[in-house]
């Protein structure tokens, strides 16, 4: 049942009690219906926060996942180029200057290994140390006099034999 004038006449009540009855219900309904717009005032500021939260998460979300691809793909990128060889000095060097980002990649792997390692031997092919085996260097070599005698040595020998088999060593300083 509602409350109207009609009701409250069956109920027997002057005009004056009705009239105040109907004022205190106005003020009633008048109050609920302020506070319901308060409510909804404070769900919307509240869905506007909510809004401003949920974009900073996704902004920061996806600042997370670029960084991860990022370090996914400096990893690779690092491992193709240890396997041809660049000096590990120069790794964080090349890293920083290479554009990662516009080298296709999928499921954690480049596209195109073997054209990339084409592209790292020839880009930074000042960057791979050439290995080469020689000999020792040596200014003075070794005389080849067979044991070091000099000429006055060799002619020293009284024995003929030993003389003769000295000068056979030592030829080159008899000629």
Same mark, same amino acid.
């Given at each position: 049942?509602? *409350?109207?004038? %009609? ?5 027997? *009540?002057? &005009? &004056?009690?009705? &009239? ?12 609920? $219906?302020?506070?319901? /717009? ?7 500021? /509240? $869905? ?5 939260? +949920? =974009?900073?998460?996704?902004?920061? %979300?996806?600042?997370? @996942? ?5 370090? =996914?793909? &400096? ?13 590990? $000095? ?11 980002? #516009? ?11 073997? !054209?990339?390692? #084409?592209?790292?031997?020839? +880009? ?8 080469? @085996?020689? !000999? ?9 006099? !067979?044991?070091?005698? @000099? ?9 003929? +034999? ?10 080159? *300083?008899? /000629?």
């Amino acid at each position: 049942m509602s *409350l109207s004038r %009609k009701s409250l006449r069956e109920m027997n *009540l002057e &005009e &004056e009690q009705i &009239e105040a009855i109907i004022a205190m219900h106005g003020e009633t309904v008048s109050a609920l $219906k302020e506070q319901i /717009q308060q409510e909804r005032s404070a769900v919307q500021a /509240q $869905k506007g926060v909510n809004e401003a939260l +949920q =974009a900073e998460y996704d902004a920061y %979300k996806q600042d997370v @996942t670029r960084r991860e691809d990022h370090r =996914a793909r &400096e990893a690779a990128y690092g491992d193709l180029l240890r396997a041809e060889g660049v000096s590990e $000095k120069r790794l964080p060097a090349v890293l920083r200057v290479t554009d990662l980002e #516009a080298i296709p990649m999928e499921d954690g792997q480049f596209t195109d290994p073997e !054209g990339l390692r #084409a592209e790292i031997r020839s +880009q930074w092919a000042d960057f791979i140390p050439q290995t080469r @085996t020689a !000999g020792a260097v040596t200014p003075t070599p070794p005389s080849s006099t !067979g044991g070091g005698m @000099t000429r006055e040595a060799v002619l020293a020998i009284r024995d003929r +034999q030993a003389r003769r088999a000295a000068i056979a060593q030592n030829l080159e *300083l008899f /000629q």
